[in-house]
């Protein structure tokens, strides 16, 4: 398969960040028809269309080849002619926002990323917010708190699009996108354009529905509640400070590499992975410029020229050691993309 997450799905523990990341189909590798000519290609799939595009520069990761074909879709008439397109010359592709919890093979992609860049943050009435899906969340985050609306001070620090962090439920300090989410604009599967409210999203722990279904978020609308202004910086800088206490912020990484296990008698319901990784002795495992950090346990940062390669096999030690030392087997929810 081509578009895979890790055997067993890699996820974003405590921090949850989520890029905007759908994958519509799981089709066999097959190389591109590389003799498309380039003017059906641009007709089919838009006029931005790029070739050869490296992935790394747009992962968290810095890691991956390139992909065959690439293109910036910026509206939802753009989405729907780009996966058509696709799917009418039978190329395989994949939809992208943040980038940051995506693994690109070394070899790349061969096929056609679609990064979805439909952008916009507008205030509804006095407490609901508009935004796009490739929206950056810290961008909705900073425009909340200017407003004076509180409920998003979460999510600060949180690397991603707004429409990733939707997709699997995006979460930190006890608060979850989910829980703010009051409608979206989304692209089924046909092609059409439709409105559903958060139940239809199933939101539970770093997941949504919209994992699994063939549905593309467009746009958001979120609940919030007013606020005092100069309590909501303090919070967020609270949470920012933590972060840079407890993560590795200014290295290249995906953060928590695994999803905390449910256990109702832990703070927030939830076992914090990174406690067994760390009670497992993994932090300063290296491979290759793969390296679990220091400072976290449930962290890969990339200390150089890190490959894919180096941090699939990196994790795939750390859930080891824990299997061996707790009998518990962590799961992942970093997708990889290409062949490894």
Not at 100 to 123: H, T, Y
Not at 160 to 181: H, L, M
Not at 217 to 230: K, T
Not at 234 to 250: A, N, S, Y
Request: charged share 20%; glycine share 12%.
């Amino acid at each position: 398969m081509v578009i895979t997450a890790f055997q067993h799905p890699f996820s974003l523990c405590f921090e949850s960040i989520f890029s905007y990341i759908v994958v519509i189909e799981m089709v066999e590798q097959l190389s591109v028809m590389r003799n498309i000519p380039k003017a059906d290609l641009v007709e089919a799939l838009g006029p931005n269309l790029e070739t050869e595009r490296e992935l790394a520069p747009l992962t968290s990761y810095g890691t991956g080849g390139p992909a065959a074909y690439f293109i910036v879709a910026e509206t939802a008439d753009e989405i729907v002619r780009a996966v058509t397109g696709a799917k009418r010359l039978g190329i395989p592709f994949f939809l992208i926002g943040g980038g940051s919890n995506l693994l690109v093979s070394d070899s790349g992609f061969d096929g056609l990323i679609i990064r979805v860049g439909v952008k916009g943050l507008k205030l509804i009435g006095s407490t609901e917010i508009e935004a796009g899906a490739g929206e950056d969340l810290q961008s909705l985050v900073e425009f909340a708190a200017t407003n004076s609306l509180t409920g998003l001070e979460f999510a600060a620090g949180i690397w991603g699009s707004v429409g990733g962090a939707i997709c699997g439920n995006a979460g930190a300090f006890g608060g979850e996108i989910g829980q703010i989410v009051r409608e979206l604009t989304l692209i089924t599967g046909q092609g059409d354009t439709r409105t559903v409210g958060p139940d239809y999203c199933e939101f539970d722990y770093r997941h949504s529905i919209l994992k699994e279904s063939a549905e593309i978020i467009i746009s958001a609308r979120f609940g919030l509640q007013p606020g005092n202004a100069d309590a909501i910086s303090k919070r967020i800088e609270e949470i920012l400070t933590l972060r840079k206490e407890r993560h590795p912020v200014d290295q290249k990484s995906a953060g928590c590499v695994f999803r905390n296990i449910p256990d109702a008698t832990q703070p927030h319901g939830k076992l914090a992975a990174g406690k067994l990784l760390d009670e497992a002795g993994v932090k300063g495992l290296s491979v290759g410029d793969a390296t679990v950090s220091r400072k976290h346990a449930n962290i890969i940062v990339n200390t150089g020229n890190a490959t894919s390669k180096d941090i699939r096999q990196l994790a795939d030690i750390m859930k080891q050691r824990v299997l061996e030392k707790f009998g518990l087997e962590l799961r992942e929810e970093v997708v990889q993309v290409g062949e490894f």
